[in-house]
C-alpha cells in the first residue's frame, strides 16, 4: 500500500513540475509516469536490492527515468529534455540538503557535514545514471540503425 501511495505521489509531483518547466500539455502524463518510473526503481533498489543504500538506488532511480524518458522521446518525437527533468524531480535530495544546511545553521557541523556529503553523493549519482543511460541507448540505438 504505500508503495501505491509513494507512486502517486511521484506521478503528481512530476506532473505538476512538467507543468511549471512548461512541457506540452498532451505530455504532462508522460511526464507523470516517467517520474513514477524512476521513484519506483529508486524504491524497489534502495529496499529489496540495497538494503538502504540511497546513493546507489539513486543512479537506478536515475537510469530508469533516461531510459523510459528516452523511449518516450523516440516514441512522440519529442525532446528527451521534457520528460527527464520532470521525472527526475523526486529523486532530488532537497530534504537531505536541506537538513545539512539546518544543521549549520545550528552549528551542529559534524551532522551537516555528514548530510552535505550524503546530497553530493546522491547528487553525483543522480547525473551519473543519466549518463550512463544516455550512452548506452546511443549504442543500442546504433547498432540497431546497422542491423536494418
Known amino acids: 500500500m504505500i508503495w501505491a501511495i509513494n507512486g502517486i505521489c511521484s506521478f503528481i509531483a512530476s506532473a505538476m513540475f512538467g507543468i511549471i518547466f512548461n512541457s506540452p500539455r498532451n505530455r504532462l502524463l508522460h511526464c507523470g509516469f516517467v517520474g513514477l518510473v524512476g521513484w519506483l526503481a529508486y524504491l524497489a533498489a ?3 536490492l540495497l538494503g538502504g543504500d540511497t546513493v546507489k ?9 533516461a531510459v523510459v524518458a528516452h523511449l518516450f522521446a523516440k516514441r512522440y518525437r519529442t525532446p528527451m529534455i521534457i520528460f527527464s527533468v520532470a521525472g527526475i524531480i523526486p529523486l532530488v535530495p532537497g530534504g537531505t540538503a ?13 551532522v551537516a557535514t ?3 556529503m550524503e546530497a553530493f553523493m546522491i547528487s553525483g549519482s543522480i547525473a551519473m545514471g543519466l549518463v550512463f543511460a544516455e550512452v548506452i ?7 540497431r540503425a546497422r542491423a536494418v
Open 46 to 48: 534502495r529496499d529489496l
Open 57 to 65: 538506488a539513486s543512479f537506478i532511480g536515475a537510469f530508469a527515468v
Open 98 to 110: 536541506y537538513n545539512a544546511m539546518r544543521n549549520v545553521m545550528e552549528t551542529h557541523y559534524d
Open 114 to 116: 555528514v548530510h552535505a
Open 137 to 143: 541507448i546511443q549504442l543500442v540505438f546504433k547498432r
